[in-house]
């Protein structure tokens, strides 16, 4: 089992940014696709970003494209979520979540191991 650990979350005004990032356990990070996903109250886990291993494809959400910008660094084995421009709509528990086989899905199911979320909550 992987552990993936979320941090950066917080309140924010409309507007505003902040960054998120996950950290993993283990030494086999650089193998993995990594995405972010979100879950607002009563509503389903959407799909936000997917990176691939090597950060050659990069796969935005229609919602945060223009906005939000995923990177990682395997050396850290660490994944980061900048989001700019961020609106009330994009209030949510962010998680994120890692596929040992590299698929780049949108998909939650593809994913393997998931971090606890951090709450990101965007004022108006």
């Known amino acids: 089992q992987v552990q993936l650990v979320e941090s950066g979350g917080g309140l924010v005004q409309a507007g505003g940014s902040l960054r998120l990032s996950c950290t993993a356990s283990?030494?086999?990070?650089?193998?993995?696709?990594m995405a972010w996903f979100r879950q607002a109250p009563g509503k389903e886990r959407e799909f936000v970003v997917v990176?691939?291993?090597?950060?050659?494809?990069?796969d935005y959400a229609g919602a945060v494209k223009g906005r939000f910008t995923i990177s990682r660094d395997n050396a850290k084995s660490t994944v980061y979520l900048q989001m700019n421009s961020l609106q009330p709509e994009d209030t949510a528990v962010y998680y994120c979540?890692?596929?040992?086989?590299?698929?780049?899905?949108?998909?939650?199911?593809?994913?393997?191991?998931w971090g606890q979320g951090t709450q990101v909550t965007v004022s108006s």
């Open positions: 283990g030494r086999t990070f650089s193998s993995y696709s």
């Open positions: 990176i691939s291993r090597t950060s050659s494809f990069i």
């Open positions: 979540a890692a596929d040992r086989q590299n698929r780049v899905s949108t998909r939650h199911a593809s994913y393997d191991y």
